[in-house]
């Protein structure tokens, strides 16, 4: 995701003093991502996850080690009243992945809740939006995410249907930065392919407008 043009564009929306914030939010969710997508062992997975929790706690009483998204999270979201601990919860969403040998229903909601409800919960209250608004919205953009990667059929079409309902509430007061990845989620759950003019259209329009 790190590539995607769209996210791109949703970071110009972000308010200046932010975006450094929003950009360090998202990178954190990518390098999440990547633990999961190279886990071939469930334990080892863990045990990666793991320590991505406990450093992202240890945040809140020492300095970062010399990585990146550690470094950033701690420049430019820490200052802004959320705690290392808090980011710490994004990590039980991913590994919901590895613990769920099946991912159900269930498993898929907490997967959303914790995952993408949690970051765009968070991202809204460094961004200056209703976080609990912008919760509903995350969880869709995490469950549509997860079903354009996912090798089973089965758990792309359980996510995508999840997503139906999460992504289909309005974005009224949701900052306009998670809005267009929410609605870039839409656009991907309704097949609206990628770089093309409706496409481009709807996100320009949204940028413009917030709707």
Do not use: C
């Not at 954190?28 to 450093?55: F, Y």
């Not at 802004?80 to 710490?88: P, Q």
């Not at 993408?116 to 549509?144: H, K, N, Q």
């Not at 792309?156 to 992504?167: F, K, P």
């Amino acid at each position: 995701m790190s590539n995607d043009p769209e996210r791109a564009l949703a970071l110009t929306y972000a308010p200046a003093g932010r975006r450094p914030a929003l950009a360090a939010l998202l990178a954190l969710d990518d390098a999440l991502g990547d633990v999961v997508r190279t886990t071939t062992q469930p334990a080892i997975g863990q045990i990666r996850l793991a320590w991505w929790r406990d450093s992202l706690k240890r945040l809140d009483s020492a300095a970062p080690p010399a990585m990146p998204v550690l470094e950033a999270l701690a420049a430019h979201v820490l200052p802004l009243g959320v705690s290392g601990a808090r980011l710490a919860a994004v990590v039980d969403g991913w590994d919901v992945l590895i613990e769920h040998e099946v991912l159900d229903e269930a498993a898929l909601r907490e997967f959303a809740e914790a995952r993408g409800g949690m970051l765009f919960a968070i991202a809204a209250a460094v961004l200056g939006g209703d976080a609990e608004r912008a919760a509903s919205p995350g969880e869709g953009w995490a469950l549509v995410d997860l079903a354009r990667y996912a090798d089973d059929a089965g758990v792309a079409e359980r996510a995508m249907a999840l997503a139906g309902v999460s992504l289909g509430q309005s974005l009224a007061g949701v900052p306009r930065a998670l809005g267009l990845l929410a609605l870039s989620a839409r656009l991907d759950r309704a097949g609206v392919p990628h770089g093309g003019p409706k496409r481009a259209a709807r996100l320009a329009w949204f940028g413009l407008t917030g709707r």
